[in-house]
Nanobody, 124 residues
Framework: VQLMESGGGSVQAGGSLRLSCAVS???????????MGWFRQAPGKGRERVTV???????DYAGSVKGRFTISKDTGESSLYLQMNNLKPEDTGSYYC????????????????WGQGTQVTVSS
């Protein structure tokens, strides 16, 4: 499984960005079977779970982004998205896409598959 993020950039506070994660599977894997999520890491801080979407489309968000960020997926395109609105300087960091067949592992930050990350910078 390979994950490739895109869509990061620099915006002013209050702005929006949409991150994408393209997922490539080896033979036999199905995107619909995977739990997917977005994590972020700010400079000098640990990795933080931002949001998760399970195989049934159920979602969970960190309190700090609830109401501002929306996770979605396109099974036909094997892609994961993160719409980020009303961005704040504290949202700055590297954003990573993650995938695992077990949501329990992903939620704990121990997902089997990770992307390389895309940088988001929010200026005040």
């Amino acid at each position: 499984v390979q994950l490739m993020e895109s869509g990061g950039g620099s915006v002013q506070a209050g702005g929006s960005l949409r991150l994408s994660c393209a997922v490539s599977f080896t033979s036999g894997d199905r995107f619909s079977s995977y739990c997917m999520g977005w994590f972020r890491q700010a400079p000098g801080k640990g990795r933080e779970r931002v949001t998760v979407i399970d195989s049934n489309g159920g979602t969970d968000y960190a309190g700090s982004v609830k109401g501002r960020f929306t996770i979605s997926k396109d099974t036909g395109e094997s892609s994961l998205y993160l719409q980020m609105n009303n961005l704040k300087p504290e949202d700055t960091g590297s954003y990573y896409c993650a995938a695992d067949v077990a949501c329990s592992r992903l939620i704990q930050g121990r997902a089997k598959h990770w992307g390389q990350g895309t940088q988001v910078t929010v200026s005040s």
